[in-house]
Each structure stands twice: as C-alpha cells, then as structure tokens.
C-alpha cells in the first residue's frame, strides 16, 4: 500500500469503484504526457460512497453539508479512476486543478463551500504544495441524471519509473 491509499485508510475512508462511462465514445480520464485530465464525476449514475445523496438540487432537497460529503465521495470516485489509469496514487505528483458544478435551487450561492468536500480531501492527501489547486465551482440549473453535482480535474503524474 502506497503513502496515499495508507492515509486514506487513517481517515477510514476507502476507494469505491470506477466510475462507469456507458457509451464508448468517451473514458474516465485521458493522459496526455504527465497530465491526466478526468472527465466529470458526479452522483447521478450509481450509488456513492459515504451513504452520501445521490440526487437533488442544493439549497431545497440537499443541504450544504449533504453536498460537501457528495464532493467528498465524488473525489474518492476520480482517485479510483486515478488508480485504475496509473496503478497507484502515489504516481499523482500535484493535483492542478478542479472543476466542480452544483446543481443548486435558485438563490442557492455557496458552490464554493460544496466544492470544498474534494478540495478539503485532495489538500489532506497531497498536503499543502501538491494538494493545493487552481479551481472553479459554479451553480448549474440542471445537471445529467439530477446529479447533486459534478466535478472534472487535472492531476500532474510523476514520469515512469
């Protein structure tokens, strides 16, 4: 077990599986020399990890902390695919940079705050330097499936041993 997946485990927390992609037009993630860009993750296809919601919008059938744990579950999900793609997280040199949408009721404004359920994980795991990313968290009127949310990233991986 790899320095990630030991400090996942001190948090109890444990990779779910992979995040299906049904049509073969496109794939969790895509690497491009030493980035791997993920596709969204989001809540709507399959039962998430963390018992969190599944579906709803934010601010009238979620609540704020509901949707962090969501974001924190759907960071969990991208470091499957993460793992699956690279054989382990400790070939992730820095997480670079976040994309997160809330399906959030009209007025609903703290997208920030729900985005920060992944931020909050991936800082804990890649510490302060590599953990800390550029990022965007916005409100969306509608998303795939009713999904809580939705969140894309970029992760700088070490060369090849």
């Known amino acids: 077990m790899g320095r990630i997946e030991a400090r996942l485990a001190e948090l109890g927390l444990e990779l779910p599986g992979q995040h299906p992609y049904p049509n073969p037009n496109r794939r969790a993630c895509v690497r491009v020399d030493n980035i791997v860009f993920l596709s969204g993750h989001g809540t709507g296809r399959r039962a998430m990890p963390l018992g969190c919601r599944q579906f709803g919008k934010v601010g009238s059938e979620v609540t704020e902390e509901e949707a962090y744990l969501c974001a924190k579950a759907v ?19 820095r997480v ?31 510490g302060p330097e590599f953990g800390c990313h550029a ?20 992760f700088e991986v070490h060369p090849e041993r």
């Not at 997160?100 to 920030?112: E, T």
């Not at 009713?146 to 970029?154: N, P």
């Open 75 to 93: 960071a969990l999900t991208m470091l499957s695919t993460l793992k699956a793609e690279l054989g382990e997280l400790d070939r992730v040199r």
């Open 96 to 126: 670079i940079r976040l994309h997160g949408m809330v399906n959030g009721a009209p007025g609903f404004d703290r997208q920030f705050a729900v985005i920060d359920g992944a931020s909050d994980l991936f800082h804990d795991l890649w």
């Open 135 to 154: 990022r965007a968290a916005v409100g969306v009127a509608e998303l795939p499936r009713r999904a809580v949310l939705e969140i894309m990233g970029e």
